[in-house]
C-alpha cells in the first residue's frame, strides 16, 4: 500500500513537473543542467546515465533529448556552465605594465594561487581531461558545439588567445630564446601548474617511497614547486 501510494506521489511530481516545464522551457533547461552538473561532478562521464539525469531533474529523459540531443553534448554544456563561475586565472598575462623578467613569474604564480583556491575548477578539469581518454568523440562533439558557439566559454579563450599574443610580443621583441616556441611555453606553463593539482599526492609518495623519508621528508611542498618551475621558466625561456 505505502509503495503504490509513493509510486502515485511520484508520477503526480513528474506530472506537475512536465506542466510548469512546458510553460517555462528555461527553466526546463536550466534544471536539467543544474541536475547534470551535479551528478557528473560527483561522479564520471560513464557512470551517470540520462536517465539519472532525468530522475534527478524531475523531467522526462525525452526532454532532455529535446534540449541537449545526446549525453555528450550534455556534458559538455555542464562541464563548461559549471567552468563558466571560474576564471581561467591567466590576468598576469594580459595585465599592462609587466616587462618581460616579470611577467612569466607572476602569470605563473597568479594561475598556481588561483587553482589552489578553486577547488572545483580542478575537479571539473581532472573529471574533463578523464573523460575524454573514455570517450575521444567528446571532443568531436565539443568542437561542434564550439562551431554553433553554445560553449559558453569565450571569455576564457579571449585570455588564452592574450596570453598567447604576450608571448608573441616577446619573441617579437627578442626577449624569448630563438629556439623557445611560443605555443610550447605556453602549453608548458599552463601544463606543469595544472599538473601539480592533478597529481602532486601520487608523485611526492613515489618520491618518498623512492628516496627514503629520511631523504624527503614530506615531499615537494607547494611553495618549493612553483619557485622551481618560475625559476626554470624564467632561466631556461629569456635571453640572458
Known sequence: ???KSANSAHKSRLAE?????KRDPARTREAILRAAKELFSNSDYTSVSLSDVAKQA?????????????????FLYAVHS????????????????????????????GYFRFL?????????????DHSLHIDPTLLGSLEDLEKEGETGNRHRLDNLKAAYERVLDLKRQGLLREDVDPKALLLAFLSL?????????????????????????EGVTPEQYLQTVVELFVRGALKK
Open 82 to 109: 559549471a567552468m563558466d563561475d571560474h576564471d581561467e586565472g591567466l590576468d598576469a598575462w594580459v595585465a599592462p605594465g609587466l616587462s618581460a623578467p616579470h611577467i612569466i613569474p607572476k602569470a605563473i604564480e
Open 1 to 3: 500500500m505505502r509503495l
Open 193 to 217: 601548474v595544472e599538473h601539480w593539482y592533478s597529481s602532486s599526492q601520487r608523485l611526492n609518495h613515489r618520491l618518498i617511497e623512492a628516496i627514503g623519508a629520511e631523504e624527503a621528508g
Open 17 to 21: 513537473g512536465r506542466g510548469s516545464h
Open 116 to 128: 589552489g583556491e578553486n577547488d572545483q575548477c580542478v575537479r571539473l578539469y581532472r573529471l574533463f
Open 58 to 74: 524531475g523531467v522526462t529523459q525525452s526532454l532532455i533529448h529535446h534540449y541537449f540531443k545526446t549525453k555528450s553534448r550534455l
